[in-house]
């Protein structure tokens, strides 16, 4: 057969930056008759996911692409953990400070409205980049169930902690000398305030492995979802322990306050009691499984992207 039979091909470019999944041909097609110009033609396409195509004549059925996201260096991620911890650290003390200085005008619930909003923006705004741990503990639960690699615990935990502190020093800075009121002190019993602070760290951490390691969970809500508990939590534990929930939450404001408190409690409770919710919800949430019914295994990480 002659080659003036041969359907030309457009030529437009296409961006790859181009969101979502342009169809990359458009109008009236005029396959080869003899059978094998579709298949010639998109043999040669690696990026595309095209259903089975007719050999008769007609227009192009649509195509889809899908471009794979370039990985995130460390320092990227590191550096959106440091702003995300110092973003959390700085709204829950400053406004404890506040209601101490105010002798009380904020409320137990705002103090819970405050804190549980910064983490919902924080994992809206850096999940995607850091995972948005914004906690030792979280970081801990996720590199021992495998959703972390552990060459990189310290590394964020040092990020963390740093950040705590810088934003603990700008707010004695800020406020000085009322500082005394961000810091999580416990007002009862040790025996209470490390039960309490075990358990809310578990409701925690039992929320936040389902919406980040389940994909049966809505993900997309997972900063509602996960700040949501904050708030809860706060409620529950705020008059008792401060709700701390967090080894940096109590650690920087400690140093800059000189007040350490207590202070095994709010490094160690929070740590065993998220865990132990990572290890529930793996428990008891349903295996994922492939096309062909084989278990998967567990992906290197996860956190707030999937």
Known sequence: MGTEDVASVPTTPVA????????????????ERGGDGWKSLFKSCKC??????????????????????????????VGAEFIGTFILIFTGTATAIVNQKTQGSETLLSLAASTGLAVMIVILST???????????????????????????PIYIGAQILASTCAAFLLKAIFHPVMGGGVTVPSGGFAQA?????????????????????????????????????????????????????????????????????????????ILGALAGAAAYSAVKLPDRDVNGQEKQPNAEHSFRR
């Open 16 to 31: 790859s930056g181009t969101p979502g999944c342009t169809p990359l041909f458009s109008g009236q097609f005029k396959p």
């Open 194 to 270: 490390f039960a309490l602070e075990f358990i809310i760290s578990f409701n925690l951490m039992f929320v936040v492995t389902a919406v980040t390691t389940d994909t049966r969970a809505v993900g997309e809500l997972a900063g509602v979802g996960v700040g949501a508990t904050v708030m809860l939590n706060i409620l529950i534990a705020g008059e008792t322990t401060g709700a701390s929930m967090n080894p940096v939450r109590t650690l920087g404001p400690a140093i800059a306050a000189n007040n350490y408190k207590a202070i095994w409690i709010y490094l160690t409770a929070p």
């Open 48 to 77: 595309f996911s095209v259903e089975a195509l007719s050999l008769e004549e007609g227009t192009l059925p649509s195509v889809s692409c899908a471009l794979i996201p370039p990985p995130i260096s460390l320092a990227r991620k």
């Open 127 to 153: 999940g995607h980049i850091s995972g948005a741990h914004i906690n030792p503990s979280v970081t801990i639960a996720f590199a021992a169930l495998k959703h972390f690699p552990w060459k990189h615990v």
